[in-house]
């Protein structure tokens, strides 16, 4: 082999001589008996959701003798050896040593000269089923596949290999090799189509259908499970996917059931039908990735506009303790998408299409997946752009707490803005997209990136997605235009206000306030006439509104909590309506608004006035509707402690 290039076109057949699982760096050797090392660190062999695999996992996938093809493979010098690197994992296929293509190699012992032979399995076909169901009982997937699939590959798919295909496609639906699965399901039904059952056969063929549709589930090919689910007269299978289908075709989901099994499973897994309403991709050279999500007709806030689960998503409880961080979470989430594309090249187009960087090109996206890509197997370059232009990194929804990283392929086409038209939240593992406020037929789809406060801060957090691009939201333009200096001063003042936040505790209330006050005086002042949002504020008069109420001072304490509200976008209403507000927040989360909202209610309570506690009450109500979807039982699951607090349950 030449050193130090790509054997564009060509293939490497090699056989494994060790592993180090703790490197990831395999021995082999090739029909000449030279050995070389191959490094394979970003091959997957287990789904997160199954946690960190084993050393005995390693060695049950790269098995001494276990032969190899190594696509187009890269060599360069390491010592005396040769060290082979594949980055995809698509580049190394495993070969049965009963395959035609070996029947003409002749192998060699490493010492050039002894004939080397493939080990034979010595097993009978039911020593290796009993061999795998017992590995499959112990949770030992990967061990367990390779037991059912030595008899498989030995006499193919037969009456012979009927359990063993059957018992396989079940250990490919723990390995959530979905399409595998189907695939030995099918087998396992087309053996035993055609022909009289006994009772025995009766009970496999209905194992062999159960599973298919287990096995379309998974890969949310809802109407084709419910048909599969339908034919076995399974119900359960048949609702759950009939509700799909409904979520997917109205947008209509039960939030709140969502909510609690988010809550009360570990590393939630949802599953719900995608829906995508009244828009469409554009291209949009403007934009930094060249297209945008436009809306198709008139949306009313409140409306959903895109609702969608994980592609991909790593939890940091799954990974080992010490490897938590966000890069390693990254590094994680990089194997999942191409642990997933491997078994599912069907989605390659969808996942290569996204936006990977402004040296790797795209081409046009489609909602409804019809698009095209050279190949179907992953690119584990483009793979490391898309996840660092379109990693979400789930927010605390309410005291859903969990780390996690994910790669949502649809939602991931909507832009930025720091004044959004659009509400952007995940429960669980499924991300859901909301007006926030009317959208125009024609109008651009905007959610934001980053939420900090100051022009800095989201501007720093920006880089990783806008690169040297700058945000042009009214906000960013008209923070921009107050100038550096303006901008400089109210960095200073925050951090002084926060300075004096933590030495206070010996200060008088009122000492407090006064001091709070001349700080916000200071800040009014770096922002121009003209300006209505001034987040750096809603801090300043929220923490007023604090102090009031502590001193027993409500109406001090709703006015200033107001203040705050304004501050943040929120336009009030006349004190007759029966809502309050016109609008919500376009640069604040829930979390930041509804606990404000309540505490004006609970101080109106305070002050015996029911009519503006109930509309503050109803103006919580719709905040949530308008940026969830949810209604009264979602206030109590989200925020029950703080009614509980202001006696307002």
Not at 76 to 103: N, R, T
Not at 147 to 158: M, N, R, T
Not at 178 to 206: C, H, P, Y
Not at 403 to 416: Q, Y
């Amino acid at each position: 082999m030449m050193r130090g290039q790509v054997h564009r076109g060509r293939h490497l057949l090699c056989r494994v001589a060790w592993c180090d699982p703790a490197t990831v760096i395999v021995g082999v050797i090739d029909p000449a008996g030279d050995e070389m090392i191959l490094a394979i660190p970003n091959h997957p062999i287990l789904p997160r959701s199954l946690g960190q695999p084993f050393n005995s996992d390693y060695n049950v996938v790269f098995s001494e003798g276990r032969i190899i093809c190594i696509k187009e493979p890269f060599c360069k010098e390491a010592g005396d050896s040769c060290l082979l690197k594949v980055d995809s994992p698509s580049d190394v296929v495993f070969i049965s040593q009963f395959d035609p293509l070996l029947q003409s190699v002749e192998w060699k012992d490493s010492d050039g000269k002894s004939q080397w032979s493939p080990p034979k399995d010595k097993r009978t076909p039911e020593q290796c089923k009993q061999s795998g169901n017992q590995n499959f009982q112990n949770k030992k997937y990967l061990a367990a596949e390779r037991d059912y699939s030595s008899p498989i590959e030995q006499f193919g798919a037969s009456k012979e290999t009927l359990l063993h295909l059957l018992n396989r496609a079940e250990v490919f639906l723990r390995l959530e090799r979905f399409n595998a699965a189907a695939r030995d399901a099918q087998s396992v039904i087309d053996l035993l189509l055609g022909s009289s059952l006994s009772k025995e056969e009766q009970t496999w063929m209905e194992k062999g259908s159960m599973r298919k549709a287990r096995a379309f589930e998974g890969l949310q090919r809802w109407k084709d499970a419910k048909e599969e689910y339908a034919k076995l007269n399974a119900q359960d299978g048949v609702r759950r996917c009939l509700k799909r289908i409904i979520e997917g075709a109205t947008g209509k989901y039960d939030i709140v059931e969502m909510y609690r099994r988010s809550k009360e499973t570990p590393n939630p897994r949802l599953q719900v039908g995608d829906y995508i309403g009244p828009i469409e991709v554009k291209e949009m050279p403007e934009r930094g990735g060249g297209r945008g999500v436009i809306a198709t007709k008139d949306i009313n806030p409140g409306d959903l506009i895109m609702a969608c689960s994980a592609f991909s998503i790593v939890y940091s409880s799954e990974l080992p303790a010490n490897q938590t961080d966000d890069k390693n979470q990254l590094i994680s989430l990089r194997r999942e998408i191409a642990y997933r594309l491997l078994d599912r090249p069907e989605d390659v187009p969808k996942i290569h299409n996204l936006y990977a960087g402004p040296s790797l090109a795209s081409s046009s996206y489609r909602f409804d997946g019809q698009m095209e890509w050279p190949h179907h197997y992953p690119d584990p370059e483009r793979i490391d752009g898309i996840v660092t232009y379109n990693v979400f990194a789930p927010g605390q929804l309410a005291f859903q707490q969990f780390e996690a990283a994910a790669l949502f392929d649809r939602p991931s086409l909507t832009n930025h803005s720091c004044l959004p038209n659009a509400h952007w939240t995940m429960i669980g593992d499924v991300h859901m997209i909301r007006a926030i406020r009317p959208i125009a037929h024609g109008e651009e789809v905007t959610i934001s990136y980053a939420t900090g406060q100051t022009l800095k801060e989201r501007s720093d957090l920006l880089k990783t997605y806008l690169g040297d691009c700058k945000c042009e939201c009214q906000l960013c333009i008209e923070e921009r235009s107050d100038g550096p200096e303006k901008n400089a001063h109210r960095e200073e003042l925050m951090q002084k206000i926060k300075d004096f936040e933590k030495n206070v505790s010996k200060v008088e209330i009122p000492s407090m306030i006064s001091s709070i006050r001349r700080f916000g005086d200071d800040l009014e002042k770096t922002y121009g006439r003209h300006r209505t949002i001034k987040p750096q504020l809603f801090h300043v008069h929220q923490r007023i509104s604090a102090l009031q109420a502590q001193m027993g001072r409500m109406q001090g304490s709703i006015d200033a909590m107001l203040k705050a509200l304004q501050c943040i976008g929120i336009k009030l209403a006349n004190r007759d309506s029966a809502l309050p507000i016109q609008n919500v927040s376009c640069i604040m989360g829930l979390d930041d608004i509804i606990p404000r909202m309540i505490h004006i209610a609970g101080c109106y309570r305070s002050l015996n006035d029911q009519k503006m506690k109930d509309a503050w009450l109803n103006a919580v109500k719709w905040t949530i509707n308008t940026m969830l979807g949810a209604g009264d039982e979602m206030i109590t699951e989200l925020y029950g402690e703080y009614l509980t607090m202001y006696k307002l349950s």
